[in-house]
């Protein structure tokens, strides 16, 4: 659910960039004030697994379109929703900037619809309801499934309605929201189903993780964080450099309504003014664009086979690359903002 600039006017997407910015300056005094140190290192973790995970997208059988994990809720889950935003943020940042995933121009859009739906809205007025402190996995379950699909749901109908407002494509309300919200309700409820896989995992290994049996205690549960950590870490780096491979191919929720509605996956930006420059200053920054190696078309057996192995090897990269990356961002956010609190 990446908007691209063709969908955004510059009005709207000044205004999605301030909402954006506005939201992350709150998060960024809330986790000062609120975020335990100890969950710093999973700031930067769970950016890379949910980094790892958007690159796999999974088919929604019968409809040739695909889906991936938002990560938000999750995010909230384990973070708590103001560590969750900066970390979903940083994740969309560096998908937009070194892999052109995503718009410039857009790219407060696509923080706001897949950051803050989730974080500040499915998660403390549906999860939270539904998965008090104390729940088992089974309210955990119908907690994760209803939260995402309503954070989906909410997200996809924030693209509707921007892209309408913005009024620079050939997009009718009534036709793309009927496309966006089934499509997004089936991708809901897979996000729904892992999220609460993974949380079901991570409440074994280190039950205080999720909130649902208090704070974390001083000593007692340090290997167990440790192995959390090793965990989604090894599952990131595993996911992103090797399972990415075996993506979908077809194209994504809103990639596949936009086609249905117009007859191409994509539309294109204007050339020339703030869509233009944002689309120039992204070429030259993305080193990695759409997660490959720039090739030649391959001509025959031999060309396409080299070509699939370039492919691969580029998709490998980028996974792991964007992982670090990310990693690295969210942890030093993280580290950032709790040693102004402490100092």
């Keep these: 659910m990446h908007m691209a600039d063709a969908l955004i006017s510059p009005a709207i997407g000044g205004a999605l960039w301030a909402a954006t910015a506005g939201t992350v300056a709150w998060s960024c005094r809330r986790v000062r004030q609120e975020l335990d140190e100890r969950k710093v290192p999973l700031m930067g973790v769970l950016g890379a697994f949910v980094f790892a995970a958007q690159m796999i997208n999974f088919t929604i059988p019968g409809t040739g379109s695909s889906g991936h994990l938002g990560g938000a809720l999750l995010l909230a889950v384990l973070l708590g929703p103001h560590a969750a935003f900066l970390t979903i943020a940083s994740v969309l940042v560096v998908q937009a900037l070194f892999f052109a995933d995503g718009g410039l121009l857009a790219l407060g859009c696509n923080i706001f619809n897949l950051g803050f739906f989730p974080a500040f809205i499915a998660y403390p007025f549906i999860y939270r309801v539904i998965a008090p402190p104390g729940s088992d996995q089974g309210r955990v379950t119908m907690a994760s499934l209803a939260a995402a699909v309503a954070g989906l749901q909410l997200g996809a109908l924030a ?6 407002a913005s009024g620079i494509s050939a997009l009718p309300f009534t036709s793309f929201v009927l496309l966006m919200q089934p499509i997004h309700l089936a991708i809901g409820v897979v996000e729904g189903l892992v999220t609460a896989a993974v949380i079901g995992f991570v409440s074994r290994v280190h039950p205080e993780i999720t909130g649902l049996r208090g704070s974390l205690p001083e000593r007692s549960t340090v290997p167990g964080l440790r192995r ?21 191919e077809n194209p994504d929720g809103l990639e596949w309504a936009i086609s249905r509605v117009t007859g191409s996956d994509e539309l294109a930006a204007p050339p020339d003014g703030v869509h233009g420059a944002a689309a120039s200053f992204q070429e030259k920054i993305a080193f990695l664009p759409d997660y490959s190696f720039s090739a030649p078309a391959a001509h025959d057996a031999a060309g396409a086979a080299a070509s699939t ?32 609190a402490s100092s």
Excluded at 229 to 235: C, K, Y
Excluded at 236 to 245: D, E, N, Q, Y
């Design 159 to 164: 693209v509707v309605l921007q892209t309408v």
């Design 309 to 340: 192995g370039s492919g691969r090897l580029g998709t490998s990269v980028s996974g792991v690359v964007g992982g670090v990356l990310t990693l690295g961002i969210a942890f030093l956010i993280g580290l950032i903002l709790r040693r102004r």
């Design 228 to 248: 959390v950590l090793v965990a989604l870490g090894v599952t990131a780096l595993l996911t992103g450099g090797i399972v990415s491979w075996f993506a979908s």
